[in-house]
């Protein structure tokens, strides 16, 4: 069982940045592909970043492209969301999720993952 800890979330004005933390805990995090995924009221939830074991290969949501970055310190069994040029169109529950092995294969979709986090609100205002 892995459980997953957001944080970070907040209010902020358009042109904003902020930086999500997920901590992770129960399972080995280096064995662990994490994802990063949203949902606004009234809208499905969608993908927003992931990235691979070692950190070299990332994924974006072509949103978020330029503007979100996803990393991890597997020493510290963290992923993080750095968010910058945040609009209002960004307001969300905010979910970082987990995919253990044997992995899933699009990092982009829901149900690749198995574990997820309770979610962080961020709101920007305009």
């Known amino acids: 069982q892995v459980q997953l800890v957001e944080s970070g979330g907040g209010l902020v004005q358009a042109g904003g940045s902020l930086r999500l933390s997920c901590a992770a805990s129960g399972r080995t995090f280096s064995t662990l592909r994490m994802g990063w995924f949203r949902q606004a009221p009234g809208k499905e939830r969608e993908f927003v970043a992931a990235?691979?074991?070692?950190?070299?290969?990332?994924y974006y949501a072509d949103s978020v492209k330029g503007r979100f970055t996803i990393s991890r310190d597997n020493a510290k069994n963290t992923v993080y969301l750095q968010m910058h040029s945040l609009t209002p169109e960004d307001t969300a529950v905010y979910y970082c999720?987990?995919?253990?092995?044997?992995?899933?294969?699009?990092?982009?979709?829901?149900?690749?993952?198995?574990?997820w986090g309770q979610g962080t609100q961020v709101t920007v205002s305009s």
């Open positions: 999720a987990a995919d253990p092995p044997p992995y899933g294969l699009a990092p982009q979709g829901p149900s690749t993952y198995n574990y």
């Open positions: 990235i691979t074991l070692n950190g070299v290969g990332t």
